[in-house]
């Protein structure tokens, strides 16, 4: 049997394969934030196309955190029981959920959130040049108790799991970059490493608490910022070290924080720029003692098995390929060996397209 196909554990929980499915933004909830019938039928659709454990988007964990319209919510209890209809329809067919919980810090909008967004420091957002308000002390404390009520919404809601966002240029991204956490307080320390690192342990302990030692805590994790002055590979890999110890139960890997959105190319077909974030991969798993979920271009059976024979992670994740094939997992079983999504990005052009591939290729 291909290794895709054995079951393996992240923390408490065993995942029937390796396959997971990325936290994609699906666009499809009401303006608050709360769940509808077609994203309850989405989840339902992936589960049963015997996805290990499928990630949800991004869901915000407070009104000012919010970075999209139509983005999925967390913020408030009153949201738990649509929240429960996503697990339900998850389990119904033996599949696991884990909520991506986040804060957009600066990226996001006034005309989003109602007010000018906040940041670690007051430094613009690339692509929109909008200039943040810089978080008072007071303020990133109750973020960070946020993190925490978020993720005991997301336990109470049925969920198996939770991952923290550390990545593509979001406020825990922030505030661990030099490029973009100039604070001399506790939270940045003049830009030294253990500063920056300040805010995600305190998020991770809040979690921790919420959710209790046996629920499993994850972590996406920018591996590179690729901008000047921003995080690099050895710095990831100090974060991911302390998060190892802290007790974080898996690590998926990805990169590019703002303008700089290398996690998502559109030169990757089968046999062709698969699997961009597998050198760092396989560096961070050399280095700490928890699961590895590689991300990045992942489009063949043959690279991904390669992937986990050679032990450069432990899961391969994908978005786009199951945006356009929800039922990948259940053709590569049958025999297929590359999916068929030819990396053009047109799922992620409106709000419809995130739920559906519009592409002719």
């Not at 393996?8 to 666009?27: L, P």
């Not at 109750?142 to 240029?169: M, N």
Request: hydrophobic fraction near 40%.
């Amino acid at each position: 049997m291909s290794i895709l196909f054995t079951p393996a554990n992240i923390g408490t929980i065993r995942i029937k394969n390796r396959f997971v499915r990325s936290a994609t933004n699906d666009r499809a909830t009401t303006e608050e934030g709360r769940v509808t019938d077609e994203l309850v039928d989405y989840y339902g659709t992936l589960a049963r196309g015997e996805i290990g454990l499928i990630i949800t988007g991004h869901s915000y964990i407070h009104p000012l955190g919010k970075g999209s319209a139509r983005q999925l919510g967390v913020y408030d209890d009153s949201l738990i029981a649509g929240l429960r209809r996503l697990t339900d329809s998850v389990h119904e067919t033996d599949g696991k959920i884990a909520m991506q919980i986040t804060h957009a810090g600066r990226q996001t909008q006034a005309a989003i959130i109602g007010e000018t967004p906040v940041a670690p420091s007051a430094i613009p957002y690339g692509l929109q040049k909008v200039m943040p308000r810089e978080l008072s002390g007071a303020e990133i404390e109750a973020i960070i108790e946020d993190f925490g009520k978020a993720a005991g919404r997301a336990r109470e809601a049925g969920f198996d799991a939770v991952q923290l966002h550390g990545a593509h240029g979001y406020l825990i991204n922030q505030f661990l970059s030099p490029f973009s956490n100039k604070r001399t307080d506790k939270w940045g320390r003049g830009g030294s490493s253990s500063g920056r690192f300040t805010f995600l342990e305190a998020v991770y302990k809040s979690v921790r608490e919420r959710v209790g030692p046996d629920f499993p805590v994850t972590i996406k994790l920018a591996m590179r910022d690729f901008v000047e002055g921003g995080l690099q590979v050895d710095d990831c890999i100090d974060i991911a070290s302390l998060l190892a110890r802290l007790g974080i139960d898996a690590i998926e890997t990805s990169g590019g924080f703002s303008g700089a959105m290398e996690n998502i190319r559109r030169d990757v077909l089968p046999g062709k720029g698969e699997a961009y974030f597998r050198k760092e991969a396989s560096r961070l798993k050399k280095k700490v003692d928890v699961p590895v979920i590689l991300v990045g271009g992942l489009r063949s059976k043959e690279v991904m098995e390669a992937i986990l024979n050679a032990g450069d992670a432990d899961f391969v994740s994908m978005s786009r390929p199951f945006i356009r094939e929800p039922d990948l997992v259940i053709k590569f079983k049958g025999g297929e060996e590359a999916t068929s999504c030819v990396s053009c990005s047109k799922c992620s052009v409106s709000r419809e397209v995130e739920l559906k591939c519009l592409s002719r290729g």
